[in-house]
Structures are given as C-alpha cells and as structure tokens.
C-alpha cells in the first residue's frame, strides 16, 4: 500500500527555485501495475526517486506499507529500501566493475542472505532473465537488452514487494523493449506491485492504469479497459 | 563478506589502472623513505642508552674562561677522575677515566703487523666496565676486565681479526714500540652504532701512568692538572644534583691547587650521557637540529604522500559516483560502502608496504652509505616492523579515512546523474595540491641554498695550498727522513710539523704577553712546525719573518692574525711572548688557515719551532708523478722502519672529511628534495588527468566550435599553474627562515640572495608545466568526435 498526500519537492538553488512536485495525491495498491507519463521535466523521475524512497519530499505525507516515511532520516529510509523495492533504470546502472553474477548477487549481500541460498536465489533469477549463459560476462560485454534483464534480475533477486522502473525501455530497440515489458507484466502477474515511468503509450499498454502529470501535478488518470 | 570485499577491492584496484599504480608506487616511495629517515632518527635519540641506569651516569665537562673567552670541554684533568672515583664527592658511586691513546698505533700478532687507527685505540680505567655495563663481555670478567697491568680489552671485531676467533682469552699482543706483550684479559661484542664511546682496542689507564713522563710540576699522571685529556664519567646515586657534584669537583680543584691564579682554575658541570651525542657541553643543541631536520623531512615527506593519496582517491572517487550510487539503491548503507573503500585503502596501503619492504631493502646500502652507520637496520627487526605498521595506520587514519567517508556520503540520485558531490571538494584538493607544493618548494629552495653553501665551503680561501701533499706519521728520526725523502725527484718539498692539521692541535692557556689581562684564560691552538713549514704550505707571512734552522729559534713564535686581533696587540712583532716555560718573542704573523670545520671560526693559533717534537710528514709532490712519489716514500719507510707498515693519508681527503657533514646534509637533501618533488608530480599528474578525462567533453566541444591547440593546453594548465604559484607564495618565506637558520651554525657562509627565490619558484612552476602540459597536451590532441561519441 502506498499513498501520498499533497506531496511537494522544492529544488532551491542559488538562483532559482523550482516546483518539481506541486501537491501529488496518490494510491497504490499491492498488485497493481501503475505507468506515469508526461511531459519532459514534468516530474516523473523526482515522484518516482520519493516513492522509491532515494529523497524525502518537502512537504506532504508519505504513506509506505503503513509507515509514516515523508520526515525520515537517509539512514532510516536506507534501512526500509533494503529488500523492499527493486529498481529499473532507463541507463541499466550496472557496475561496470562487477559481472553479471556478482550485479544480480549485490543486493543479496547487503542483505546477508546466506551463501547457499544466495546462489539458488540469483541463479534462478538469471535463468527467469534468460541471461544464465552470460552470467561471467562484464556489463560491457553485453546487449542494451542483455544488461536490462541483468538489471531487472538484480530488481527482483530479493523478490520486493515493489518495482520501480524509471523508462526502462527508453534505451532499447522494440523487441528488446517488447521482451522487457513482458518480464515486468509477468513479475505483475505473480503479484508483485510495480510503478513505471515511460514516455511510450504502447508500454504504457501494458499496465492496469496511467497517471499523467504536467508540471508536477496529477492531471488525468486512464484506467485500462 | 569479507572476501568478497577484497575480491572487489582487488578488483577495483586493478581497474584503477595507473591511478592505483600511482598511488601503490607512491606511497611505496614515501614509506619506505621516511622509515628509513625515522630509523635514523630513532637511532640518534637513543644514544648510549643501552648502558643501564644511564640516566644516571655523566659526564664531567669542564669550563674554561669567562665572557668571551669561555670554552667548554667535554674532558677533565685525570685528578678529578681520582677525586670522584675516592669517595669524596658524596652522591657519586662510581667515577672511570677513558682517554684517547696516541703513544703507539702499531701491533704485532705472531708475525703479522697491524697499523691500527689511531681513534680505534684507547686507555680506560680498569673498572670503566662498572659504569658503562652496557658492553656485553662475551669472554672474561666485566668486573676485572683488565686482570694484570699487562691485559688488553679486545672487541669482538679485533679478536677476529687478530686470532681468527672470538674467544681470545690468554693470547697475546706486542705494541711494537716498545716491545711490551699484552695478554687479552676480556674480549667485548662490538660497540652498537649507537655508542659514542667506540674503542676497539682498550689498554687499561695503569699503562698509560708508567708512560707518563711529567709535566711541568706534576711528576705522576694523577696528579697532573694540566692535561684535559681525561673523558671522565660518573654514575650518582637516584637523585643526586648533578650541579651539586659539579660544585664538589671544583672544591676539590681549589683545595688542591690553591695557589694557582683564580683564571687557572676551571668549573665542572655534569652532562647527562644521554644528551653527550646530540647536544655540545655547552648546551647547543648542534645534533639534536639535525635530528629535528630528518624528523620533519620524514613527516613532511609521509604528508606529502597521504595528501596524494587523498587527492587520487577523492579525484577517482568522482568517476565511482556512479558506482555508488548504484549500490546504494540495491541496499548498500554508509557503513557497508565505508568498509569497502576503507579495505580498499588497506590493500592498497599493504601492496605499498609490500613494495616499501622491497625498497628498504634496496636502499640499504646508500643508507649505509649515506649515514655512515655500519650495523643497526635489518628488515627483520621487530622494531622496523612496529615502524613499518604505525606508518601504515597512520597513513590509512590520515588518507584512508577522509576519502572512504567523503564517498560513502554521496547522495545516491546525484550520483546516478553522473555527479558526484566530489565536485564539491575540489576546494580542498586545490589545498592540498598547494601544501603539497609549498613542501617540494621549500624543499628545492633548502637544495639550492645548502648546494650554494658547500660550494662556497669548497671555493674558501684555506690560507694555504693542500693540494698534493700526503702525509706520514713517525715516531722518532723525523728530520732526517725529511731531509732524504725531500731529495727524491718526484718530491717538491717535505715540511714537519707536530701533528696532522685537521686531526685537532692541542691547545693551552699557559700563555703570557705584555698587556695580558691578568687572570685572562685565553685559549690558544699551539703547534710545533719545522723552519719550511709555513712557506711549504703556501702559507703567507703577513708580519715578521720564519723561523730560521738551528737551534737560534726554539724560543721564536709565530701567531696567526684570529690571534694577534683576540689577544688585543698591535705591532706584534717583537713583543715578548711566554708559552709554557718558554720565554721568548713573537717573530713573525701568518695569514689565518684553516684547520677545522666550516662551522667553526679560526682560532688563536701559535706555531713554535720544536722539530724534534714533530711526528708528521707533509710531503709535497711535484703533482705530476704522485705514485713515484709515494713509491719512493714507502722505499726509505722500509729502509727506517722495516718493523712497521707504510701508511700516508692525503691532505685533501682530510679536508673533505672536515666537511663531511655538511656534504651529507647535503647529499641527504637532495635525496629527499627529489623524492618530495617526484612523489608531489605524481599527485599533481593524476589530478591533472583526472581533470583532463573529466573534461573530455568539453574540449570536444570547444574543438567543433574552433579552439585551437595551444588555447585548449593554457585552459588546462591555468588552473594548476595558478596552485603552483601560491604554493610557491607560501613556501618561499618559511624556506628561507629555515635556511637562515641553517646556514647560523657556520662561521663562513653564503647570504640568501633573491636569485635562489626566483630559481626555486622557476624550477617548480618548470617541474609542474611539465607534469601538467603532458596530460593538457594529450588532452587537447584527443579526436574531438571520440570524445564527443564517449559520453
Ligand atoms: N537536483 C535537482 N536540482 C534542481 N532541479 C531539479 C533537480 N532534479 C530535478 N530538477 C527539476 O525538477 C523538474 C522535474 O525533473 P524530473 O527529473 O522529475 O523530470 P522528468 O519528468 O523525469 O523528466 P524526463 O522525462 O526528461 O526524465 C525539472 O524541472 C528539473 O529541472
Ligand atoms: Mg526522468
């Protein structure tokens, strides 16, 4: 369960002052598949950073999975990430110095899973990514669309209850684009919630509803018919 | 977790590539200098502490004079050893004499004769074991080293090379002299290189009585209070005033030689025997600066190396921003990101170590060399181990840290974005590049100065002409080897005199003059030279004439000007002179020369003509055919002394062990100047290609829009130039406060000219355009459309 309430995000610098979010009301629940879409710098990422819980908003409340998160400090918020959401970049963020396996095992590791069960846990997430054969391989010797599903592995190795995906696709040609959304449609299916930021309707497709923002403001929702 | 963190930690070092190739050589450098240096450091500042209860042994100085006649000794009359050995003097347990030994140099073992060095050899008195317990007797008794007046104390060293054994006990040694056996009685490990008392050859103090043949009024050795050749020690009672014991000492002179004038009586101060080797009688601290120097160099040279390494770490902490990042957002805390960089540091400070060790072991012999200490550094020791390992935490507390926190601190959505917060502390790398730079500044100004002053030492006027002589140290029948070694062809002239000049003329106060002050204690060097001497050695008579052959001039003087001006008379020539019981008068001055270190001013000197006294050759070639010459010296040696080994030193080498300190000082700064100044380029090359790679994209774009080259190399190199000129800004006073300092110790000396501040600054804006341009330069030729396309 997520739910913000007039959630705001001020950027101050020196000389400017900018409204990224102007008062954002929203409800997530488990198991839904939300896409957010809008124009450039409308927002999206700076929602998105908030609910996956990487910054703290400059006013409104913060609902996550019945906790209060909106005044928490980094380390607590830190502490809550951990395990509980994955994230998709629309760059991969793998670390180049790591290979796929090691990428897929990090968050295990900070995890403290233990050895055996880690290695079940991130070999059965490189088979379900379908990049097992490739899993000595460093992120440069990959794909565009090898090192997202190396990437969505890493999302989900610690089975979050919740997925955040900023532009996942943005990078990849259609049918690896195509195969990604299908990835993320089948992790909804087996209930795990996901929030996805995109700029392509037909990926939008692929989820129960659509949040459309315009100047850091909810303006429409569509629900999928 | 743990390997996985060094795993990575390895890996990420790799993947540094010549980054961590700089930092791992660098700090390797840096480590293995200043261990090294502090070595040193630790070795003269535990000087002659092996003694046990040395805190509580002295030696008695004595002080001579007032005003600006004092002088302080770091030796006593042999009476004072009695007095302080009798019981007398109330806190003192226990009181030994050693002296010096010059009646005899050569020994025969079996049927092999050895020269022996002069400064190896030595008189002690027979207890002198009770007070200096710290010389390990590996065979016979150390409380009766000496069981017979016929023993002989032996280290380990000579026991050797004499029996081809250490337990030499029983075996016998003829001073060739005199043909008097010597039985060894005790045989001693050598003396450690920290020991200021280094005697390998020790006849015990009962010998050197039977040789005594008076003086003046005092017919025995033990009476005599006229001889200052005694280094006299005393181990007190736990809280004895030592100036208590001083004043006792003087008592006792006074008791004993009432009668004398009140200037002839001198003062007793006791001197720790731990501070005898860094600080002077008279409490200058000539050694401890020197100490204070090698220990600043190596802390300036180990903060040298952490600011590097602060500033490659910091610089490459910028390109893992991402890195971070990531990790953050799959679950890393601060605390597993701390420990992971702060591995990382560690691994790369072992691999230094690692490399450090290899390096000691390399410098070893220059170390050697360098300080003249023969034992003492062994990578084995557990002493250089601690060293080696508290130079490792201190670095990784210094350098580790502040970087391991600054990048587990990087906000996570920043970093993602490729922005690091390193960005932000590009202020303080600029401060460190500065400090950094001020040190190798500094440095270089140090270089320069001290290479100015040795030259200026080398190119000083000696008031006579040292070169091609060698010279022969006799025992009796001087004046006639003289007059046929001077026949030889390849011969200029043989002149005589009492002793070597740079090994230290004695000197007296028993002088007297018309107009003396009376009660003055005026010290004055005195030597015995033959009638060629002074027109031999190229010295100039500025007054007078020489000394004529015969028997006319035995009560003639000669003084050098430091002495006609210091004893306050004018129109010397003439006016009657006492010295000793000779009455006579001054015939002639000569021009000062130069017969002690740089740091010293000429002293008094007076030259009398006493050439039977004289035991020293000064044999002048012709400069051409020295081999002949010295052939041919070694010819009539063996005809005269077929007993004893020829052996002849060279004048100029004398001279340039005089100064030998000086050219260390120098030779050591050099050393260091070049390693602060290589290990400060390496800081600034990683920084300038750090910020060359950062800025690859727009150069790219400056290149499309149409900057040339050399504008592309100025934008790069601005900035560092800008540091190093600060640097320099700052550097240059404080190098010169030093410096003066420096050069105070030295009575002749070059002044600090501006010159030395421009060639300082040009020659570190020099080394750091050349550091910098090289990655500007690579920089700027970059294809503009590979950089472009790389982001
Ligand atoms: N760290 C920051 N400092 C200042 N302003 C920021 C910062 N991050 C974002 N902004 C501003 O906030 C607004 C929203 O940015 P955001 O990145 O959320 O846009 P977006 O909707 O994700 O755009 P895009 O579709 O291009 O990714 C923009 O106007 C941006 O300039
Ligand atoms: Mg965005």
């Known amino acids: 369960m997520i739910q913000t309430v007039n959630l705001q995000k001020l950027f101050a610098t020196e000389e400017v002052e900018t409204t990224a979010l102007n008062g954002i009301n929203m409800d997530v629940k488990d198991g839904e598949f939300v896409a957010i879409m809008g124009p450039s710098g409308c927002g999206k990422s700076t929602l998105l950073n908030i609910i996956g819980l990487l910054d703290n908003p400059s006013e409104g409340e913060y609902n996550f999975y019945g906790t209060e998160v909106s005044k928490m400090t980094e380390r607590q918020r830190a502490q809550l990430r951990k395990g509980s959401i994955g994230f998709v970049f629309q760059s991969f963020n793998l670390i180049d110095e790591l290979t796929v396996y090691e990428n897929v095992e990090l968050p295990l590791l900070y995890l403290k899973t233990p050895a055996d069960e880690r290695k079940a846990r991130v070999e059965e997430a490189l088979n379900r990514m379908n990049i097992m054969h490739r899993r000595n391989h460093f992120p440069q010797q990959l794909s565009g669309g090898q090192q997202q599903r190396t990437a969505i592995a890493r999302a989900v190795v610690a089975k979050p209850k919740l997925i955040l995906a900023d532009e996942p696709t943005g990078n990849l040609d259609s049918k690896n684009g195509e195969e990604v959304m299908k990835l993320l449609g089948e992790l909804n299916d087996e209930g795990t919630t996901i929030i996805m930021v995109t700029h392509s309707p037909y990926d939008a497709g692929f989820a129960h509803r659509t949040v459309n923002l315009f100047d850091g403001k909810v303006v429409t929702e569509n629900i999928r018919v | 977790m743990l390997t996985n963190t060094l795993k990575l930690a390895w890996r990420n070092l790799k993947a540094g590539g010549w980054y961590s190739a700089l930092n791992v050589g660098g700090l390797a450098v840096v480590l293995a200098v200043s261990v090294l240096l502090l070595w040193w450091v630790k070795d003269e500042l535990t000087f002659d502490r092996f003694h046990p209860a040395a805190d509580r042994i002295y030696r008695v100085n004595s002080r001579h004079g007032t005003g600006a006649d004092e002088q302080y000794w770091r030796t006593a009359p042999a009476p004072i050893g009695v007095a302080a050995a009798s019981g007398r003097v109330p806190g003192v347990e226990k009181a030994i004499r050693t002296a010096g030994l010059y009646d005899f140099n050569t020994l025969r073992v079996g049927d092999q004769t050895y020269a022996e060095r002069n400064e190896d050899l030595g008189y002690a008195d027979e207890n002198f074991l009770d007070v200096f317990g710290g010389f390990r007797v590996l065979y016979g008794s150390a409380t009766q080293p000496f069981p017979t007046p016929n023993s002989v104390v032996l280290t380990e060293e000579i026991a050797q090379k004499y029996f081809g054994t250490a337990n030499a006990i029983g075996k016998t040694v003829t001073v060739v002299d005199s043909n008097r056996v010597f039985t060894v009685g005790a045989v001693l490990a050598n003396m450690p290189d920290n020991s200021s008392y280094r005697r390998k050859i020790i006849f015990p103090m009962s010998l050197r009585k039977r040789l005594f043949t008076g003086n003046g009024p005092w017919k025995r050795m033990d009476d005599d209070w006229g001889n200052f050749s005694f280094a ?236 091609h002589i060698f010279t022969i140290q006799t025992n009796d ?197 070049g390693v602060a100044i290589l290990i400060s380029c390496l800081g600034l090359f990683g920084l300038a290609a750090y910020t060359a790679e950062q800025r690859t994209k727009e150069i790219g774009v400056r290149k499309v829009l149409g900057a040339s080259i050399p504008s592309i190399v100025g934008l790069l190199s601005k900035d560092f130039l800008t540091l190093v000129l600060v640097a320099i800004v700052i550097a240059s006073p404080l190098a010169w406060w030093a410096m003066s300092k420096w050069l105070q110790e030295f009575a002749y000396k070059v002044t600090i000219e501006w010159w030395v501040f421009a060639l300082a600054g040009a020659l570190a804006v020099g080394i750091a355009l050349l550091t910098v341009s090289f990655q500007s330069i690579k920089a700027a030729l970059t294809d503009p459309v590979k950089s472009l396309r790389s982001e």
């Open chain 2, 477 to 673: 029948k001087t004046e006639s080897f003289r007059k046929v070694l001077a026949n030889e062809s390849s011969i200029r002239h043989v002149a005589t005199a009492m002793v070597e000049l740079t090994s230290g003329m004695g000197s007296t106060s028993d002088t007297e003059w018309d107009g003396k002050t009376p009660g003055r204690s005026f010290m004055m060097n005195q030597i015995s030279v033959s009638h060629n001497f002074v027109t031999d050695m190229g010295m100039k008579l500025v007054a007078g004439r020489n000394f004529r052959e015969g028997k006319a001039d035995s009560l003639a003087f000669i003084i050098n000007e430091t002495a006609v001006r210091d004893m306050g008379i004018t129109d010397p020539v003439g006016k009657r002179f006492k010295l000793h019981d000779w009455d006579g008068q001054i015939i002639g001055v000569v021009k000062d020369f130069v017969f002690q270190s740089a740091r010293e001013k000429v002293t008094p000197t007076i030259l009398f003509f006493r050439p039977e006294w004289n035991g020293t050759l000064y044999v002048r070639t012709t400069g051409q055919n020295t081999k002949q010459a010295l052939a041919a010296a070694e010819r009539l040696w063996k005809q005269k002394n077929p007993q004893y080994p020829f052996e002849y030193t060279f004048l100029d080498e004398s001279y340039d062990r005089l100064y030998k300190a000086e050219q260390r000082t120098g030779q050591l700064f050099q050393f260091f100047a």
């Open chain 2, 232 to 467: 006299t020690y005393v181990k007190v009672a736990p809280g004895v005033d030592p100036a208590r014991v001083g004043k006792t000492l003087d008592d006792i002179q006074r008791a004993a030689r009432g009668q004398s004038e009140p200037g002839q009586l001198s003062n007793y101060r006791l001197q720790t025997l731990t501070t005898q080797h860094l600080y002077e009688p008279d409490g200058h601290d000539t050694g401890m600066q020197q100490v204070r120097m090698m220990g600043l160099i190596a802390l300036l040279l180990l903060s040298i190396g952490c600011i590097n390494y602060v500033n490659l770490t910091t610089a490459r902490a910028t390109r893992r921003a991402r890195e971070v990042g990531v990790r953050k957002v799959v679950g890393a805390e601060s605390g597993h990101l701390m420990r992971q960089l702060l591995v990382e540091s560690l691994l790369t400070l072992l691999l230094s170590l690692t490399l450090a060790v290899g390096l000691i072991q390399l410098l070893i012999p220059y170390y050697r060399e360098l300080t003249g200490k023969t034992l003492g550094f062994s990578i084995l020791d557990p002493q250089v181990w601690l060293f080696l390992v508290g130079a490792l935490l201190i670095t990784l507390l210094l350098a580790g840290v502040y970087p391991a926190l600054l990048i587990a601190r990087f906000d996570p959505i920043r970093s993602l974005r490729g922005r690091g917060a390193a960005g932000a502390h590009a202020g303080l790398r600029r401060v460190l590049v500065v400090t950094q730079f001020a040190l190798a500044t500094a440095l270089i100004f140090s270089t320069i100065v001290i290479g100015n002053q040795l030259a200026f030492l080398q190119k000083r006027d000696l008031g006579f002409n040292k070169e």
